[in-house]
């Protein structure tokens, strides 16, 4: 019962100084809202990222063009040609089911009155195998449309649906770039293909895309399919092994080719999303710092203009333990206020520039929460020790005398 009466003290102090205690909290709403939206923001993205990694494959071995250390250079270098895609499959068929060459473009694609901006993907029959990617309606691009240079293509689902609505596609004529191709197939809805979003493309036959649409010899990058996730390892050593032999780079050179795989991916983003959280995390903290000083200076100047009070109280018989204990509760009710307040906050920011960007994927973990709160209540105690102490040691004979 006493200490109930100690919290409605409390509370009653508080009420006395209203605009003050809000701006006491309003260091701690911006501190905690700061680390909810930047842990939401962060583990959002790293979930989504994590998401894209995963529809790859883990038994996929991607290669790409220039080594490592070419890429930190101005100039690109351009390496992969279809012949390297045979060549994988060819001498490394007890390990390579199969592999999808790649050329990514991009143009404008119109149908009638209608048109729309997509990437443009020359690839082969493999592709959809290799990504699990299924056709809608219709047809993939087939081996003799890359044996052919056939002008046909293959719509994403968003494509489709911006050129055609409801009605069929397939079978009708569309201009890429200004050249006409034929719609033999629509795939599925499918979203995002590690960082390429699949609904906002359309697939032609490689051969189509290097020489009649681009007019370019080297590939993008290329997919290769191992057997089981397993033998990933032995299939990466043999794809660099074929690929320097097929571009004849001598021993000790580097490679003019990057071989990646999934759980590469994952690592090197691991390091570059440590080192986002510690920047987030940062400034998140100095925002807390901030806010304790904040619930400090306003619990000091409380301390000095309750003086007398104070001192009325430890003559009447308080004592200086309970003096201690009532700032404290002020000092955690002005944090807790805040945390709650900044939870909110950061909750709504981060649900904010979800729905605003369309990009940028935000999660709030319910742990962060419970640890928000916690931080919240730890700051108001650590910030309120000083003014409480000072306020329980204060004389009551000079309190009273106190103007």
Known sequence: MFHVRLVLMALRGLRQNLLRSLLATLGVIIGVGAVVAAVSILEGAQRDILDRFESLGADQVLVFNGSERRRHRVTQVSSLLPEDARSIERENEDLIIATAPQF????????????????????????????????????FITRQDV????????????????????????????????????????????GTLGFMEVDNQVIIPLTTAMGRMFGQRYLTMMVAQCVDARSLPVCVERVKKTLRASHHIRAGDDDDFTVFTQEQFKQQFAQIAVIFAVVLYS?????????AIGIMNIMLVSVTERTR???????????????????LIEASIVSVLGGVLGVLCGWAIANFLSEYTQVLKTFTPPI????????????????????AVRAARLDPVEALRFE
Not at 131 to 137: C, G
Not at 157 to 185: C, E, H, M, Q, W
Not at 283 to 291: D, K, L, P, R
Request: net charge positive.
């Open 283 to 291: 400034i998140a903290g100095i925002s807390i710092v901030v806010g």
């Open 147 to 190: 044996a052919g240079n056939s002008m046909v293509c293959v719509l994403g689902y968003k494509v489709a649906r911006d050129l055609f609505g409801a009605l069929p596609s397939v079978g009708k004529s569309i201009k890429i770039n200004g050249k006409t191709f034929i719609v033999v197939g629509v795939m599925e809805e499918r």
């Open 104 to 139: 990514q473009g991009g143009g404008q694609i119109k149908y009638r009155e209608r048109n729309t901006v997509a990437s443009v993907l020359g690839t082969t029959d493999a592709y959809a195998v290799i990504n699990s990617y299924n056709i809608a309606n219709g047809r």
């Open 309 to 327: 009070e104070i001192g009325v109280r430890i003559a009447v018989g308080a004592r200086r333990f309970d003096i201690l204990k009532q700032f």
């Open 368 to 387: 962060i929460i419970v640890i928000a709160m916690i931080m919240a209540a730890v700051v108001g105690i650590i910030s309120g020790i000083y003014p």
